[in-house]
């Protein structure tokens, strides 16, 4: 399994933990983009936090995490659903230049925010926001858990040209009811010890060996993750009825046509004159092509 993400927790303990390696979904989200080295690495980081948080799920829908900002780094967002299928995409902007690759994380978006979406499939937006500001997205991240889910959480990200990981611990309800009161503590200074390479090629369990064995840790079955864009006709229709009547009619006398092309994968959609009078007459979703 190239792609995947794994639970595990310590035994008598309310401390879970979760571990993404990624690989091939990586390379399915950078294939049609040619990224900057270091906004590609931030991208991978991005794309294993979105897996680690969007596992926190109880219920079927998608994390969207999406970092936007004034700075040279104008557009990062990464959604990842219930069945662990992921997307991603980064927009610098025309200030990029190569000698921003160490800036810190507040430099590289400028006046920025994080926003965390909860989307549940038939259910209601959830939308959380905190600030741009630290070196790194973990950080951002773990300001985010404690101001939103108030439940203590720890993520350590990883990046290269090969791929990319991540590791997320977290302190679940009745924590302050366990047995051994150090354990947090504890577990936050031993994982502080992992490398980015460990982190990004040692399997789970030798990893995890590594990390705790001094710990009873109980791993759980891996689950596979990979790159899909969710992107549809129907969907793009949605969009494009959101515009009103107007504007679509506006565009189709101006272009004789709408085109989009999906900035995740690249799929392209087109829509003709009948194509938009059927979408204002019936809203979306009633625009049929006959091939």
């Not at 995409?89 to 978006?109: K, S, T, V």
């Not at 490398?195 to 891996?222: G, I, M, Q, W």
Request: net charge negative; hydrophobic share 40%.
């Amino acid at each position: 399994m190239s792609d995947f993400i794994q639970r595990f927790h310590f035994s008598e303990s309310p401390v879970r933990g979760e571990l993404v390696q990624l690989s091939a979904s990586v390379d399915a989200a950078f294939e049609r983009h040619q990224y900057p080295d270091a906004v590609a690495r931030l991208l991978g980081e991005a794309m294993a936090a979105t897996v680690l948080l969007a596992s926190t799920l109880k219920f079927e829908g998608s994390l969207i995490l999406q970092a936007r900002g004034d700075g040279p780094l104008e557009t990062l967002m990464v959604e990842c659903n219930h069945r662990r299928e992921v997307r991603a995409i980064a927009q610098p902007g025309e200030a990029w230049q190569e000698d921003m690759a160490n800036w810190p994380l507040e430099q590289l978006f400028g006046n920025g925010q994080l926003a965390i979406t909860i989307d549940p499939e038939g259910g209601q937006r959830y939308q959380g926001i905190v600030p741009l500001q630290g070196t790194r997205l973990e950080s951002c991240l773990e300001h985010y858990f404690m101001q939103s889910e108030q439940l203590p959480t720890r993520i350590w990200l990883a990046a290269s040209e090969e791929g990319a990981a991540g590791l997320l611990l977290q302190v679940l309800p009745g924590h302050d009811q366990g047995s051994d009161a150090d354990i947090w503590p504890r577990l936050q200074q031993l994982t502080a010890t992992v490398k980015a390479d460990e982190l990004l090629e040692l399997p789970a369990t030798e990893l995890l060996y590594r990390l705790y064995n001094e710990e009873l840790v109980e791993l759980h079955e891996a689950q596979a993750v990979c790159f899909r864009c969710t992107c549809s006709r129907e969907r793009t229709e949605q969009v494009l009825v959101t515009l009103g009547e107007n504007e679509l009619r506006g565009i189709i006398a101006e272009h004789g046509a709408i085109e989009i092309s999906c900035q995740f994968c690249g799929q392209e959609y087109a829509f003709d004159p009948v194509d938009v009078e059927q979408m204002i007459r019936g809203g979306a979703g009633h625009s049929v092509k006959m091939h």
